[in-house]
């Protein structure tokens, strides 16, 4: 695990939001130790075309949405351990880990846990998924 920091800055060259991501090393997962699954389905680009040309044949209204905190909200399976993140250790425990409950940005199998989530939630929304692509969620 790392911190990540960054500064935002405005037109004018002011800072003007500071930044800090708390991300993992994903170089040092190993398959069938620290996960098992990370594949996580895209919509084809064809059908992203087709629906847009569907959407303007038919006067409908298109919305984008960025979820910043999407792999946060994942939850993973597996057990994942990571060593405590540097200038927060605990003073005579720097041998111990810390556990994982939640996805966090860096992890292999974090856009997977994102889809498991947000798939699970739109299904019991009444959302149904396409047979001819099967990431795309329709409403019936």
């Known amino acids: 695990m790392k911190w990540l920091y960054k500064i ?8 003007e ?11 040092s997962q190993k398959e069938g130790i620290d996960y098992d699954e990370i ?6 680009y064809i059908t992203i075309r087709l ?8 006067g409908w209204n298109l919305h984008q ?6 792999f946060l909200h994942g939850s993973i399976k597996e057990e994942v351990y990571v060593e405590q993140p540097e200038g927060f250790e605990i003073r005579d425990r720097e041998s111990h880990v810390c556990r994982l409950k939640k996805a966090v940005y860096g992890l292999k199998q974090a856009p997977r846990a994102w889809h498991e989530r947000i798939d699970s939630y739109l299904m019991k929304l009444g959302f149904t998924r ?11």
């Open 65 to 70: 949405m960025d979820v910043k905190t999407a």
């Open 39 to 44: 594949f996580a389905p895209v919509a084809r």
């Open 130 to 140: 396409s047979e001819a692509d099967k990431p795309l969620i329709l409403v019936l």
């Open 51 to 58: 629906i847009i040309a569907l959407a303007a044949s038919q």
């Open 17 to 27: 939001k500071y930044k800090a991501h708390f991300v993992a090393r994903a170089f």
């Open 8 to 15: 935002k800055h405005a037109v004018d060259g002011s800072a």
